[in-house]
C-alpha cells in the first residue's frame, strides 16, 4: 500500500460511527432504515427508526457460514412491508385531515421489480388497503392477473397493447375483477371496440370499463420528466379525448369511460410540478364530471421521488417533499377542485414503484484489490541528466507554490515533450520513468492545492479538475456496473455507497471503484454529495486476508431488473432477510435464490455446453493424436474445461 497519496482531512481523534454516518450522508437518504452502529457496521431497521436493528456486517457472515459470498443482494422483506404500510397510511392520513369525500386506492407497478417475492410480499402487506397492481405489458398482464385475490383489487394495465392483450383484460373484467386498460392511443380504443365485439366478453348489458392515459400540459424536471408532457411517447391529447368521447356517445354503449390516467415520470423533483400536473388533470376529471360522465377513479401514475443524493437540492437524485406532504398535496389538491366545480371526488389511485421498493435491498459486493498510483519522487538522477527532467523538476517544485493553471499547462507540455522523445529514442526506459513519476508527483502537489467550492473549480481548466479522479486509488469490485447499477451507467444517477464495516475506524483513501466488465464506463467515479459534485469516495485500505465489502443501497426500484448482460456476467446470488427478534442478531435468512453460473449465461447468446465441450474435445484429440499431450492430460483438461461451466459468473474464492 503506498501511504503518500491524498491524505484525508480528518480528525481522526475525534472519529466515531456518527462521523461515519456524516461523511457518507447516511441521515439524508436513509430515510430512518439506515444507520451505522457502534460496533462500526451498517445496520438496517426494516420496521423504522424505532425498530429492531440487523446488522449488515453480520448478515454477511452467516450467508459465507453457509458457503454465499459477495457479490450478494439482499432483500429485506420486512422494509418493503413497512413502506407499502407508509404508502397507504399516508394517504388515509390525508384523507381525514382534509375531510375528503373518498377512497386512495394504490397499485403497484410490477416492472420496477417484478421478482414474485417482491410483488407477493407488497400484496400481503397491502391486503388491509385493498393494494392492487400495475401491469405494462403482456408478460406482466400474464403474471398479475393470477394475483387478484378479491374482486376490489385494481389491476390497472398500462402500456401498448395487442388484441390477445385487450381479450385477456375483457376477460378478467368477465371474471368479476378490476381490470382497467388504459388507453394510450386512439388505435387502442378501437382495439377495445374490436375485442368486444368478440361475443362471449363481457357479461351482457355490462359495459366494459377502461380508462385513458392524458397526455397533460403539466411535465416534471430531471433525468426521468420526458414520459409526462405534451411530447411524451404515451397518452392522448385533449381534443383526441374529446373525440373519443363523441364516438361513445355516438352509441357504443358497451363501454363505460371510468379512469383518468396520467404519469409524470419517475422521482419528480419538486411538489410543486406535482400539484400543478394534479390540479389539471382534476380539473379535466371535474368538467368531464360535470358533463354527465360517470368517472370513477383518478390515477395520478407514479414519480413519488426518493432521495438517493445526501440533501443536495440541485441533483436530479433529491426531492423537495416527504411522503406526507405528497399525499397530503394530491389529497388536498383533488379536494380543492372538486369542491370548486361542485362535483363529488374521485377514488384516488395512484402508482407509486420506485418509493416502495428502492429501500428494500442492498448490494453487497467485496473490493478484490486495489491500485494506487506512486506519488513518491524517484531517486534524483536516477536515469542521469536530462533537460525534460530538469524541467519536470522545476515544475514540482513550483507546484507547492505558483500559479495552479499556469503550472499544469507548463506540466503538460513537459509531459508531451517527454513522451515525443521517448518515442524518438531519445530518453532511456529509466528516464521515461522518472519522468512518469515526477509528472504524478507534480499532479498530487497540485491536486492538494485545488479549492474546496465548486464555483471556484469551475473556473479551472477541465483536465486541472478531474485531477483527484485521475489520481484516486482503483478499487477493484466483484461485481458489473451494467449487470447491478445500469442507472448509473445509463443515466448517470447517483446511488449511495459506503463500506459497511470498519467505519469505527476514519477512511484514509480516496478511491474510485472499477467493475469487472472490459469496458471503460464499467466504473463509479461519481458519489452522493450535498454539494457540486464529488468524483472520489472515502475508503479504507485493504488488509492482508481480511475481506473489504461495499454496500450500495436504494437498490431494490430498476436496478436488479433492468441490468444486462455486458460481458455475461448474470445474476447475482439474493438472500431474503427476515427479521425475527427471537433470533441471534433479529434475522434469519429464508431463501437464496442461486446467482446465474457460466452455463446459463451463455445459453443466453446460444452457446451450449454439449457443443462447447464436443469442439473442446476435438481440440484435444487432435493434439493427443500428434502425441503433443498424453491421453490422461486431454482427459483432465476437458474436466477443467466442464467444470467452469457451474461455476459463477462472478469471480469465486
Ligand atoms: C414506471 C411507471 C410507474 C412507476 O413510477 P415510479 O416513479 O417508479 O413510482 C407508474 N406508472 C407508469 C405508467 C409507469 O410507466
Known sequence: MDETAQPLEIDIEAWTPRAAEALYHVPAWGAGFFHVNEAGHVAVRPLGPEGPSIDLLEVIERLRAQHVHPPVLLRFQDLLRTRVQQLNRAFRRAIAETGYA????????????????????????????????????????????????????????????????????????????????????????RLLLEALEDRSLPQAGVPAIFGVRLRLSATGAGLWSESGGETSKFGLSLSELLGLLDRIGDGHSGVSLQLLHFHMGSQIAHLAHIREAVTEAARIYARLRKRGLGITYLDIGGGLGVTYEAGNPDAPGSI????????????????????????????????????????????????????????????????????????LRRLYDAAASEPLSATYEQLEAVRQQVNRSFREGALSLEQKAEAEQLYWATCARLCERLPRSSEALETLPENLRQLPTRLADHYLCNFSVFRSLIDHWAIGQHFPIMPIHRLDEPPTRHGILIDLTCDSDGQVSDFVTPVGEKHTLELHPLRPDEPYYLG??????????????????????????????????NFYIELILPGATVEKELAQVQYYPNDLERRMNRLIQEKVRTGALRPREGVELLELYRRVFRTSTYLEH
Request: aromatic share 8%; proline share 5%.
Open 320 to 391: 423537495d417533499y416527504s411522503l406526507g406532504e405528497y399525499a397530503h398535496t394530491v389529497v388536498a389538491t383533488v379536494q380543492q377542485v372538486c369542491e370548486a366545480e361542485g362535483v363529488p371526488p374521485p377514488v384516488l389511485i395512484s402508482e407509486s414503484g420506485r418509493a416502495l421498493t428502492a429501500y428494500h435491498s442492498v448490494f453487497v459486493t467485496e473490493v478484490l484489490d486495489t491500485r494506487s498510483r506512486h506519488y513518491e519522487l524517484p531517486a534524483w538522477a536516477n536515469g542521469g541528466i536530462h533537460p525534460l527532467l530538469e524541467e
Open 102 to 189: 373518498n377512497t386512495y386506492r394504490g397499485v403497484y407497478p410490477i416492472k420496477v421489480n417484478q421478482l414474485r417475492e417482491v410483488v407477493e410480499e407488497i400484496l400481503e402487506a397491502g391486503a388491509p388497503f385493498s393494494f392492487g397492481l400495475e401491469c405494462g405489458s403482456k408478460s406482466e398482464l400474464l403474471a398479475t392477473l393470477p394475483y387478484l385475490d378479491r374482486d376490489d383489487m385494481l389491476l390497472i394495465c398500462n402500456g401498448c397493447k395487442d388484441r390477445a392483450m385487450m381479450q385477456l383484460i375483457l376477460a378478467g373484467q368477465r371474471l368479476g375483477k378490476k381490470v382497467i386498460p388504459v388507453i394510450e392511443r386512439m388505435a387502442e380504443f
Open 552 to 585: 450500495f443501497f436504494l437498490m431494490g426500484a430498476y436496478q436488479d431488473i433492468m441490468g444486462d448482460q455486458h460481458n455475461l456476467f448474470g445474476r447475482v446470488t439474493e438472500a431474503h432477510v427476515y427479521l425475527d427478534e427471537d433470533e441471534p442478531g
